[in-house]
């Protein structure tokens, strides 16, 4: 076998900046608006697995398209035959939200940093993991494992994309997806998002009212129209609370758009609800009880206003997070997230919520998954723990559980495992999303270290 200390890596990494900057700049949102059977989760996604299809096109790598969910890049030579390991990674990413300093989908690289949004989560890490199988071609490094790139399409919605995946090809005797912290995911909490359906009430102030991206991501936007009152009442609220506030006339009143900061559903701690800001606006200049119901129940990260707080020794607390809010036809639409220990289930906090809501909404689970603690005990898992401590023995090398759901949730065997490291500030989901420039080629050697000699072992398990 070729040593791997004469592959010249340094060669590669601009044209891995490039191609990161290059799927950056295409906005892969979920759009229901554009999806077809053959694009099923709209443009945008489908351009950006298109783009990565020509890579592979033009690099000579075998691509399987899975009816647009998702795609699997391998060499023409794979042995089809041996064990199987896939690198899972998502292409989609969540919209851009607001309180960018550029424009979300530029790239724009300054002081050693590419901002934009999917930048950390997880474009670098489909370019990366993209470029591994690149080196590994053109140094013709035998493998005795059938090395897979996995690359899929919902992970920021219901993750139908990889259960599709799976259905066709089955279960990979070993996955690694790197969308998390090193140096091991030991484990996640339960995450469930449930779709909330209600009557609106004809004695509340809101005429309307939408805010938020996705309820995996705490609001940063919200705008409410309510009936027109007297500007100097809101600039005074505005005053008192220090809210970015902005207001506008409509024909049917004023609407009134507030500002929060965006972040990741499983840290709302991080961000600034703008959804829960406006609820809390019109019931205090309004003196609505309705907004006011909305923010007891919905207000408060812990769950407490729902009756379903709780907190686990190995997982932490659970979180919730009020991700959406819509009127359509006189129908109030909310969607809520929640991460949570192993201490509970959903089954326990749904029949909980729906004891406080007192069936005055109709109550759905579009995403659902249980928490999980994996088996680190097998071969290919210490392989990666020895191989991290080897390129980075002056980080910690202690296992973390984690509050974000990723693709470990749904495949089988699949342990998440970097690229961040601990300590580094959690940037998926929030404004001016970035990564940094100057490790990308130490990145590259260790992925490619490790993917052959994964692809070496004499057996996964």
Same mark, same amino acid.
């Given at each position: 076998?070729?040593?791997?200390?004469?592959?010249?890596?340094?060669?590669?990494?601009?044209?891995?900046?490039?191609? %990161?900057?290059?799927?950056? +700049?295409?906005?892969? #949102? $979920?759009?229901? /608006?554009?999806? =077809?059977?053959?694009?099923?989760?709209?443009?945008?996604?489908?351009?950006?697995?298109?783009?990565?299809?020509?890579?592979?096109?033009?690099?000579?790598?075998?691509?399987?398209?899975?009816?647009?969910?998702?795609?699997?890049?391998?060499?023409?030579?794979?042995?089809?035959?041996?064990?199987?390991?896939?690198?899972?990674?998502?292409?989609?990413?969540?919209?851009?939200?607001?309180?960018?300093?550029?424009?979300?989908?530029?790239?724009?690289?300054?002081?050693?940093?590419?901002?934009?949004?999917?930048?950390?989560?997880?474009?670098?890490?489909?370019?990366?993991?993209?470029?591994?199988?690149?080196?590994?071609?053109?140094?013709? %490094?035998?493998?005795?494992? +059938?090395?897979?790139? #996995? $690359?899929?399409? /919902?992970?920021? =919605?219901?993750?139908?994309?990889?259960?599709?995946?799976?259905?066709?090809?089955?279960?990979?005797?070993?996955?690694?997806?790197?969308?998390?912290?090193?140096?091991?995911?030991?484990?996640?909490?339960?995450?469930?998002?449930?779709?909330?359906?209600?009557?609106?009430?004809?004695?509340?102030?809101?005429?309307?009212?939408?805010?938020?991206?996705?309820?995996?991501?705490?609001?940063?936007?919200?705008?409410?129209?309510?009936?027109?009152?007297?500007?100097?009442?809101?600039?005074?609220?505005?005053?008192?609370?220090?809210?970015?506030?902005?207001?506008?006339?409509?024909?049917?009143?004023?609407?009134?758009?507030?500002?929060?900061?965006?972040?990741?559903?499983? +840290?709302?701690?991080?961000?600034?609800?703008?959804?829960?800001?406006?609820?809390?606006?019109?019931?205090?200049?309004?003196?609505?009880?309705?907004?006011?119901?909305?923010?007891?129940?919905?207000?408060?990260?812990?769950?407490?206003?729902?009756?379903?707080?709780?907190?686990?020794?190995?997982?932490?607390?659970?979180?919730?997070?009020?991700?959406?809010?819509?009127?359509?036809?006189?129908?109030?639409?909310?969607?809520?997230?929640?991460?949570?220990?192993?201490?509970?289930?959903?089954?326990?906090?749904?029949?909980?919520?729906?004891?406080?809501?007192?069936?005055?909404?109709?109550?759905?689970?579009?995403?659902?998954?249980?928490?999980?603690?994996?088996?680190?005990?097998?071969?290919?898992?210490?392989?990666?723990?020895?191989?991290?401590?080897?390129?980075?023995?002056?980080?910690?090398?202690?296992?973390?559980?984690?509050?974000?759901?990723?693709?470990?949730?749904?495949?089988?065997?699949?342990?998440?495992?970097?690229?961040?490291?601990?300590?580094?500030?959690?940037?998926?989901?929030?404004?001016?999303?970035?990564?940094?420039?100057?490790?990308?080629?130490?990145?590259?050697?260790?992925?490619?270290?490790?993917?052959?000699?994964?692809?070496?072992?004499?057996?996964?398990?």
């Amino acid at each position: 076998m070729i040593d791997l200390k004469n592959i010249d890596y340094q060669k590669y990494v601009d044209e891995l900046i490039d191609k %990161i900057g290059d799927l950056v +700049r295409v906005r892969s #949102v $979920y759009d229901s /608006d554009s999806a =077809t059977k053959e694009k099923p989760y709209g443009e945008g996604i489908d351009e950006a697995l298109a783009l990565i299809t020509d890579w592979a096109s033009e690099d000579n790598f075998e691509v399987t398209n899975y009816n647009g969910h998702a795609i699997l890049i391998e060499r023409k030579d794979a042995n089809k035959s041996a064990e199987r390991i896939d690198f899972v990674s998502h292409i989609d990413v969540v919209g851009e939200g607001s309180n960018w300093s550029y424009l979300a989908f530029d790239a724009v690289i300054e002081d050693g940093r590419m901002y934009g949004r999917g930048t950390n989560d997880m474009k670098r890490a489909v370019v990366l993991t993209y470029f591994v199988l690149r080196i590994i071609q053109d140094y013709s %490094i035998p493998m005795k494992n +059938r090395l897979c790139l #996995v $690359y899929g399409t /919902d992970e920021e =919605t219901n993750m139908q994309d990889l259960q599709h995946y799976l259905e066709v090809e089955g279960a990979p005797e070993f996955a690694v997806t790197p969308d998390a912290t090193f140096p091991l995911g030991i484990g996640e909490k339960g995450a469930t998002t449930w779709l909330m359906t209600g009557e609106m009430p004809k004695d509340s102030a809101i005429i309307n009212i939408k805010g938020g991206e996705g309820a995996n991501n705490v609001p940063s936007i919200c705008k409410v129209t309510v009936p027109m009152i007297d500007y100097s009442k809101i600039q005074q609220y505005r005053r008192q609370t220090g809210w970015n506030i902005e207001m506008a006339p409509m024909n049917d009143g004023i609407q009134i758009t507030v500002k929060g900061k965006s972040a990741h559903a499983s +840290r709302p701690d991080l961000g600034e609800n703008a959804i829960i800001r406006a609820l809390t606006l019109v019931r205090d200049v309004y003196d609505d009880a309705f907004s006011g119901n909305l923010v007891e129940l919905f207000g408060y990260s812990d769950g407490r206003g729902l009756d379903i707080s709780c907190s686990s020794p190995e997982m932490g607390p659970l979180t919730i997070n009020l991700g959406t809010i819509k009127i359509i036809n006189q129908q109030i639409v909310m969607e809520l997230d929640s991460r949570f220990p192993q201490v509970t289930t959903s089954d326990s906090i749904t029949e909980k919520i729906k004891e406080r809501l007192n069936d005055h909404f109709e109550i759905t689970r579009p995403f659902d998954t249980p928490a999980i603690l994996y088996n680190l005990d097998g071969t290919a898992c210490k392989t990666l723990m020895k191989q991290f401590k080897e390129h980075y023995p002056n980080h910690s090398q202690e296992p973390e559980l984690m509050g974000g759901v990723t693709y470990a949730k749904i495949v089988p065997n699949c342990v998440a495992f970097g690229m961040d490291f601990q300590g580094q500030p959690m940037l998926a989901h929030q404004a001016d999303e970035y990564i940094e420039l100057d490790n990308l080629k130490e990145l590259l050697q260790f992925y490619t270290e490790l993917a052959v000699e994964l692809g070496n072992l004499e057996s996964l398990k």
